[in-house]
């Protein structure tokens, strides 16, 4: 209940918040749209005030009616759930296209009006000063436009989510079939999966087992692209630079940052005698899988369920409690902040991992 609460008031505050930016903008371009075209509820005509008061009077309903349907498609039944964080950005996608769809019809409207295809009619028109005729249709035309957009917008982020939610509910099963679907949306490409023998080309090559979610994974489908390791070319340099990225990220942080841990002792004076202490912790540490850009799952304990992390430099973070939750967040859910379950401890990353909260 409180999540959907947060979603709703999360498309309300958006709404107001966009209101009030959008009316600060019109009633300086036509305060007549604001004293002349809409009802006197406040004796003043400041466009200041003006736009404080109807960017909120005008567009909170508007943020609760979408707001309300989408806390349900979000957080309704047992599939996995939207948070109101997860819906930030394609929240402030659609406040981008009602910016942009205002401002284009504003001036198509500019347009017309000064061409004398659009005019104001009765009493309207008689009230309204003649010279200012075209920036009122303006105006008027640039907020039906940021209506409408809101309306169609919303309809598509809703219908999106349910969608995307659906998608997500098969994501327990065995099979791989969702996964795949929702990474190509996004448009990553896959080739074949690996065969056994290129799995194990792959393990030798690097020293390492896949756990039997990832491997499982991989056998079914191949996720292609500058930011996917290509395990079927084990000795590419671009795979090779993926595996030694969370040291070298860590070592750049140690120089430039002053990072340094405790237990690796008394920071040595030279760069080269502290870089060989990273990369021996880091080598003692469970390896890393990369999986795509810089998300990476550990190697050990070789069985299902590792979490997912995202590593920046000292920068990491969970990303997933596991492969599955992991691709849900990435690419169904786009959460920045992903809702964790129960994570499994991994030596020398989760406490890592804890410096960063």
Known sequence: MLSALKIVG????????????????????CVEYFTIGHPRIIESESPTVLGLVWGV????????LLGVPLAVVATRGERPKRTAESLGRPIGILMLCMACTSLVAGLVGYALANAGSV?????????????????????????????????????????????????ARNSKDPGWVWAVSAMKAKGIPFGPGLTDNEVRIAEETHSFRFPPDLRAFLQYALPLGDKCPDWRNPNSEALRRRLTWPAEGMCFDVVNA????????????????????????CARAPFLIPIYSHRYLPAVPTISGNPVFSIYQTDII???????SYIQSEFLLGAFKPNLGPVREIEFWSDLERLDD
Do not use: C, N
């Not at 969970?318 to 599955?324: A, E, M, R, T, V």
């Open 57 to 64: 009077v005008a567009t909170w309903w508007v943020g609760l």
């Open 10 to 29: 999360l498309s309300i505050g958006a709404a107001v918040l966009f209101g009030i930016v959008h009316d600060q903008v019109t009633d300086r371009l």
């Open 119 to 167: 005019i104001l009619f009765e009493p309207m028109a008689s009230r309204v000063p003649a010279g200012r005729h075209a920036v009122f249709i303006a105006v008027g035309a640039a907020h039906t436009a940021s209506y409408l957009a809101r309306f169609i917008g919303g309809l598509v982020l809703i219908s999106r989510v349910r969608k995307g939610r659906k998608a």
């Open 318 to 324: 969970y990303y997933g409690s596991d492969l599955s």
């Open 258 to 281: 002053g990072f340094w841990l405790e237990e690796w002792g008394p920071k040595p004076d030279s760069e080269e005698l502290f870089r060989k202490v990273v990369e021996e912790a």
